[in-house]
């Protein structure tokens, strides 16, 4: 379009109009063109999105695998502990028992000895 010196304001308003439709009619058209392409990006962010959501479920679910893991192992742990301080209770209850029986047999023995040596003593007195 030749641009005059003798345009009027009405003459430069309607070219600046029909250039504001065309540039409008140029944009719809672009994204009428591009909305196939468009539909084909937000499909692949939604596949993207989907993989990236099972991928933390999986990482959250081998989190807990492994939380009740350990737990069970400590679990286990704490449970090997106290048998193993129950049995040193019970092996320290009957080191106690075999030795206090030990010292009864002997202050028997003693005894009994004692007894003997008195019925020696006696049977050559008398």
Do not use: C, F, W
Not at 45 to 54: G, K, T
Not at 88 to 105: F, G, L, S
Not at 109 to 120: C, F, G, V
């Amino acid at each position: 379009m030749k641009n005059s010196r003798d345009n009027q304001l009405s003459d430069r308003r309607t070219a600046a109009a029909d250039a504001k439709a065309a540039l409008l009619n140029a944009y719809r058209a672009a994204q009428v063109a591009a909305e196939p392409e468009k539909a084909k990006r937000q499909a692949e962010r939604a596949a993207v999105a989907a993989a990236r959501e099972a991928r933390r479920l999986e990482r959250e679910q081998a989190k807990l695998e492994e939380k009740a893991r350990a737990e069970a192992e400590a679990v286990e742990r704490q449970a090997a502990a106290h048998a193993a301080a129950q049995e040193e209770a019970n092996a320290r209850e009957n080191a106690e028992k075999a030795r206090i029986a030990r010292v009864m047999e002997d202050e028997a023995a003693r005894k009994a000895a004692r007894d003997q040596r008195y019925a020696n003593r006696k049977a050559r007195q008398g």
